[in-house]
């Protein structure tokens, strides 16, 4: 069964900080997603990697894939308060169905 | 091109209603998935339809649960005899037929059973 681990699940950190959000699943994967969710609200595509070393960058976002170690990472760079959210990855199972599992989710808190 | 549209936003049912949940994926979208997310959860996979036809529901609860994906219409997802421990949040993701795997989001029913 293909399990998602995210940590930290919270993380309360100040503006122009660093930091690296880490995903592991368990099993051989197709894609590896990157979501925010915004309270109340549905899930925003970040970041698709499709292949091992894959790097995507977007403003302050970094999502990178190692599937050696199936293990995608999100850096935060500078953080800002907009950034505030909960950040969930999710991963489909090599052969299986198109069905996405999804990790727990990140809540990050961006503090002025 | 309108995104997943999903209604009711926001369904308030009694304990032992039915729910009715509808799903309109984003035009030439023929895949449809339905999740569901408790509260300070990821979303768990229930079901994946195309038209006419049901591919993976091993997500599914056995009972009161089902899904329909019509040749005409949106999806369906249903739940009868609703109990508390149905209140979720369930998101319908759609995706185009030649690019597997890259859903796109509604904006969710939040269900809640009184």
Redesign the interface.
């Known amino acids: 069964e293909l399990k ?1 681990e995210q940590n930290p699940l919270f993380l309360s950190m100040q503006e122009g900080k660093n930091y690296t959000i880490y995903c592991n699943y368990s099993t051989t994967s ?2 590896l997603y990157w ?1 925010r969710q915004d309270p ?4 925003e ?1 970040l970041f ?1 990697l499709l292949s091992n070393g894959a790097v995507k960058q977007e403003g302050r976002l970094m999502a990178s894939l190692d599937t050696k170690a199936r293990l995608s990472t999100l850096h935060i760079t500078a953080a800002v308060h907009d950034l505030s959210a909960t950040y ?1 990855c ?1 991963v ?1 199972r090599k052969g299986g ?9 990140t809540k990050l808190t961006v503090n002025p | 091109n309108a995104g997943v549209m999903q209604n009711p936003r926001h369904l308030v049912r009694r304990r032992g209603q039915e729910a009715r949940l509808r799903c309109s994926p984003m035009k030439g979208h023929s ?1 449809v ?1 339905w ?1 569901r997310q408790l509260p300070e ?5 229930m079901v ?1 339809l195309q038209k006419e036809n049901i ?2 529901e ?2 599914m609860p056995k009972e009161r649960f089902s899904a329909e994906f019509p040749k005409e219409g949106p999806s369906i997802l249903r739940i009868q005899q609703v109990v508390r421990g149905d209140s979720a949040a369930y ?1 319908c993701a759609s ?1 185009p037929p030649d690019r ?9 029913t ?1 269900l809640t059973v009184l």
Do not use: T
């Open positions: 998602v197709d894609r979501y109340g609200k549905s899930l595509s698709v969930f999710a489909d169905s198109e069905k996405l599992v999804f990790g727990k989710g | 895949h998935y999740y959860e990821g979303l768990k996979f994946y591919i993976d091993s997500g998101f995706s597997y795997n890259e859903q796109f989001f509604g904006p969710g939040r």
